[in-house]
């Protein structure tokens, strides 16, 4: 059982940045690779990045590389998305969850067995 809590969304303008956190419970933390999602309305929620539990791999949607980074603390139990040079098309539910494995390119939600509540990120132009 793990249990994910995002925070750090809110309302920036474009080009600004912002820093999600998600903190994870339970002792498994560092047994599951950790992703970020995201979903606007009206629309089907998309992979946005993943990072291994070691912190060694890591992947990116296309949208977003080189503008986002994500990482992970396993001391804290928490992993972050530091989102950069933010335009209004990222404005979104961001959500974090939890994969057994390595990652991998493999982006579909239905990979992700725990997830955290959302947070939302509004960019405005």
């Known amino acids: 059982q793990v249990q994910l809590v995002e925070s750090g969304g809110g309302l920036v303008q474009a080009g600004g940045s912002l820093r999600l956190s998600c903190a994870a419970s339970?002792?498994?933390?560092?047994?599951?690779?950790m992703g970020w999602f995201r979903q606007a309305p009206g629309t089907e929620r998309e992979f946005v990045a993943v990072?291994?539990?070691?912190?060694?791999?890591?992947y990116y949607s296309n949208s977003v590389k080189g503008r986002f980074t994500i990482s992970r603390d396993n001391a804290k139990n928490t992993v972050y998305l530091q989102m950069n040079g933010l335009k209004p098309e990222d404005t979104a539910v961001y959500s974090c969850?939890?994969?057994?494995?390595?990652?991998?390119?493999?982006?579909?939600?239905?990979?992700?067995?725990?997830w955290g509540q959302g947070t939302q990120v509004t960019v405005s132009s």
């Open positions: 339970g002792s498994t933390f560092s047994s599951y690779a």
């Open positions: 990072i291994s539990y070691g912190s060694t791999v890591t």
């Open positions: 969850a939890a994969k057994r494995g390595i990652p991998s390119m493999r982006t579909s939600p239905h990979d992700y067995e725990y």
